[in-house]
């Protein structure tokens, strides 16, 4: 399908205005042989831009000029693209790469932007901006991550984020009162995967792999794709979620190409506030609107699927397993973020661990000593006399 842009839009209705308008017989057909576009793409065109004068393009035509407008629009679309046009019009065309704080607080403000449901800037608009931020303005987009452009949400109370996991005896109670086959497979995969659920949401049959002979508790392996990270992680399935993931797949009977769980994260956010309570692990206020329920965190445990993934690192902290093999387990790519978050190491455990390091051993691991043997042999004197020289 050919890719709509404004200057093809504004060139074919250019054309289409010269043979007599959309609705006469045959322009359409005569628009495809003449600008060789399929009709598939020219009624996308047509239904994005059914008339498009030289005024209206020249008044954009400083927006799709702009590098990094162009970057924005080869990798997220048309769509995500003209949401930040639509923001850029309510800044009175202020190039996107200047904006600042101040801006985006008039954005999350703006009566053109809120959705009248919740008073909130609407979902579609937020997703924009901070891909916008994200990939062009980091630090930026760090600020307003913690502040401004969030939408109201479960999630860690402010400077409380070290502490927002649950035990192994909370997780076991939580998974207990779970009723729901599609939810308990949900939640012990990304409790026992660590994974965001925009990895397993994309899960399909064909990514796991069972072994033949199982060895201790590991039956399978899963091919995961995280889409943060647009990374592929490897990740280990235990016989307990094997026979759970074996049960919902026979009983939904779903193919082997089909997603195993097609559920949106509210959905599966919802569910976590209701076994949450259930367990005894949070306290909401529920509070009916009309049709909708709307539930309003009071104590406990804030209650989303991000929660399991911090869960499934402190579990790994306290196996002691290391920082480095929890990231590769987890689908962390920078430890820094797994350090400052999720793991804590008391001063007199640091004491502790020093006391026990031996600096004249003698003894290494097999990998240490691979690492050892692979080594190029010492320099030569003549060598050194020539690094000597070079560093005079």
Same mark, same amino acid.
């Given at each position: 399908m050919t890719k709509v842009k404004p200057e093809l839009a504004r060139d074919i209705n250019k054309r289409v205005s010269e043979l007599g308008g959309w609705e006469?017989?045959?322009?359409?057909?005569? *628009?495809?042989?003449?600008? %060789?576009?399929?009709?598939?793409?020219?009624?996308?065109?047509?239904?994005?831009?059914?008339? $498009?004068?030289?005024?209206? $393009?020249?008044?954009?035509?400083?927006?799709?000029?702009?590098? =990094? &407008?162009?970057?924005?629009?080869?990798i997220n679309g048309l769509s995500r693209t003209n949401v930040v046009r639509k923001c850029w019009l309510v800044l009175n065309r202020k190039n996107p790469m200047n904006w600042d704080e101040q801006d985006l607080a008039i954005l999350r403000k703006h009566p053109d932007l809120i959705d009248k449901r919740t008073g909130t800037i609407k979902y579609e608009i937020l997703s924009a901006i901070r891909?916008? !931020?994200?990939?062009?303005?980091?630090?930026?987009?760090?600020?307003?991550?913690? =502040?401004?452009?969030?939408?109201?949400?479960?999630?860690? @109370?402010?400077?409380?984020?070290?502490?927002? /996991? !649950?035990?192994?005896?909370?997780? =076991?109670?939580? *998974?207990?009162? &779970?009723?729901?086959?599609?939810?308990?497979?949900?939640?012990?995969?990304?409790?026992?995967?660590?994974?965001?659920h925009s990895g397993f949401k994309n899960l399909k049959v064909n990514d796991i792999d069972i072994f033949p002979n199982k060895e201790g508790e590991i039956v399978g392996m899963v091919q995961l794709f995280e889409p943060k990270t647009k990374k592929t992680w490897q990740k280990w399935l235990d016989e307990e979620t094997y026979t759970v993931l074996s049960a919902y797949i026979k009983e939904r009977k779903i193919q082997n190409n089909d997603h195993l769980f097609k559920f949106s994260l509210g959905w599966y956010n919802l569910r976590m506030k209701i076994f949450g309570m259930k367990?005894?692990?949070?306290?909401?206020? *529920?509070?009916?609107?009309?049709?909708?329920?709307?539930?309003? /965190?009071?104590?406990? &445990? @804030?209650? %989303?699927?991000?929660?399991?993934?911090?869960?499934f690192a402190f579990v790994c902290s306290i196996n002691n397993v290391s920082l480095e093999e929890t990231a590769e387990l987890g689908g962390w790519e920078d430890v820094n973020t797994l350090k400052d978050f999720y793991f804590y190491v008391p001063p007199e455990k640091l004491r502790k661990r020093f006391?026990?390091?031996?600096?004249?051993?003698?003894?290494?691991?097999?990998?240490?000593?691979?690492?050892?043997?692979?080594?190029?042999?010492?320099?030569?004197?003549?060598? !050194?006399?020539?690094? =000597?020289?070079?560093?005079?």
């Open positions: 006469k017989h045959g322009v359409k057909s005569q *628009i495809s042989k003449e600008f %060789s576009i399929s009709r598939p793409s020219l009624d996308k065109l047509y239904e994005l831009y059914p008339t $498009y004068s030289e005024k209206k $393009y020249a008044e954009y035509q400083d927006f799709y000029t702009i590098p =990094e &407008i162009q970057n924005f629009q080869k891909k916008f !931020l994200r990939s062009n303005k980091p630090l930026l987009y760090q600020k307003e991550e913690k =502040e401004m452009l969030y939408t109201k949400g479960a999630k860690a @109370p402010k400077g409380q984020r070290r502490k927002w /996991f !649950l035990t192994p005896q909370e997780v =076991e109670r939580f *998974i207990e009162g &779970i009723d729901d086959l599609e939810f308990l497979a949900q939640s012990l995969c990304q409790f026992k995967f660590g994974c965001r367990a005894g692990l949070c306290k909401y206020k *529920i509070i009916r609107d009309g049709n909708k329920v709307k539930f309003k /965190f009071e104590s406990g &445990i @804030p209650m %989303s699927s991000h929660l399991l993934r911090h869960s006391n026990t390091i031996k600096w004249d051993t003698t003894e290494y691991s097999r990998d240490k000593m691979s690492l050892i043997e692979s080594r190029n042999e010492p320099v030569t004197e003549d060598e !050194l006399n020539k690094l =000597e020289a070079e560093t005079e």
